[in-house]
Structure formats: C-alpha cells, structure tokens
C-alpha cells in the first residue's frame, strides 16, 4: 500500500507494515518496501533518515508525524460510536472497523478480545435495515469472520431492503426538489402577502 501523507490512512499502512515484519522478511528488504511505499509529504519525511536507520527508527519518525494524538477513551469512542455508512458495503464497513481498532491498539491495551469487539462492533454499527435482518445470525456467529459472511450474505439476497449507491443518489435528488418546491412555495407565498399589503395598507 502507498502512503502519501494522509494521516487517514496512517493506521492501515502502519498494519500493513506490522505484518510484513512479523512474517520476518530480511530487514533490508523491508526498508526497502517502506521507502518505495512512501510518496509525496511522507516521501519526504524519510528522505532524510540516514541509510542505517532502524526500522523501528523509522516507524518511531513517521509517528511522530502522522499517528493519531487520540487518547485511549477518544480511540474507544470512535471505535464504538461508528456506524455504518449508507453506501459502505459490509466488507467495506468491516475493514473500517479494523482500521479504527488499530488507533486502540496503539493508544493502549485491548479492554477485549480483539475478535469479540470488532464482532460486537460490525453488528451493532450496522445500518438499521440491515440489522433488522440479522439479528438472528449475529447469535449464530461465533467470530468475526463468520458474522461478516453471514452479513454479506443477506446483502447480496436482498438488495431491495438495503441502501444502493443509486437509491442514495434517487433519494438525495427527490430530497433537493422537495426542498427546492419548499422555497419556491414560501417565495410565492412572501410575494403575495408582500401584494395584499400594498393593496390593503391596513394590513400593515
């Protein structure tokens, strides 16, 4: 994964990288990932490291400028209190998850198992049309890994009941002309009252 600078994906490249060490790959070739990885305002922040730095040396400056200042209780809150997005599908909603949990792990120590939050946490920040379906599934599933197969699952069998990129779109617009009507309503509306004055001074 490229990392530009972005302090949004800071928390998905540091796993990334956390997990090519732990597969222990040569340390040379994994400095060598992190710089080719490395672009833009974050290319440049390594540039001037010297060619013995240490891994953890590096990670330790790219901290510095880029992990999050959340405390252990900001991370939790955005954890917990995230709720799926209208066009966010279930494996995209689940990866998010996974990135906000990682903002835990580096703030402090898992108050749970990592596998039971982010199970509690994928069904119960589901959209509501959603989770109506699923309630029962959710009881079923033992891991993540199979609630999110379950939950794909009935997204795929009804997509009527669930939330489309174009049903967004449909309803963004019929709310904009409903809103647009409103105004032309109250403006026609000002205009008439404005006349009757102007006829009627007594109503002034």
């Known amino acids: 994964m490229k990392f530009n600078g972005d302090p949004l994906d800071y928390q998905l490249w540091r796993q990334q990288l956390r997990s090519l060490v732990g597969e222990q790959h040569p340390v040379r070739g994994i400095k060598d990932a992190i710089r080719s990885s490395l672009q833009g305002q974050a290319g ?3 540039a001037f490291l010297s060619p013995e730095v240490t891994i953890t040396e590096i990670m330790s400056k790219l901290d510095s400028a880029y992990c999050t200042l959340d405390t252990e209780a900001d991370a939790l809150w955005s954890f917990y209190g995230a709720r799926q997005r209208q066009e966010e ?8 998850l996974e990135t906000l949990l990682a903002q835990v792990e580096r703030s402090g120590p898992l108050p749970q198992p990592k596998d039971a939050m982010v199970r509690q946490a994928l069904w119960g920040g589901l959209m509501q049309s959603l989770k109506d379906l699923s309630a ?3 009881q079923q599933a033992s ?3 199979e609630l999110c197969v379950m939950l794909r699952r009935i997204e795929r069998d009804h997509p009527n009941t669930l939330p489309t990129k174009a049903n967004v779109r449909q309803a963004q617009a019929k709310n904009t ?3 647009e009507e409103l105004k032309a309503a109250v403006k026609q509306l000002t205009a008439e009252v404005k006349n009757l004055k102007e006829q009627n001074p007594r109503m002034s």
Do not use: I, K, N, P
């Not at 599908?89 to 998010?96: K, L, P, S």
């Open 143 to 145: 891991t993540v890994d």
């Open 89 to 96: 599908t279930v494996a995209d909603w689940g990866c998010r």
């Open 44 to 46: 440049h922040v390594a």
């Open 136 to 138: 029962f599934q959710f």
């Open 177 to 179: 002309s409903e809103l």
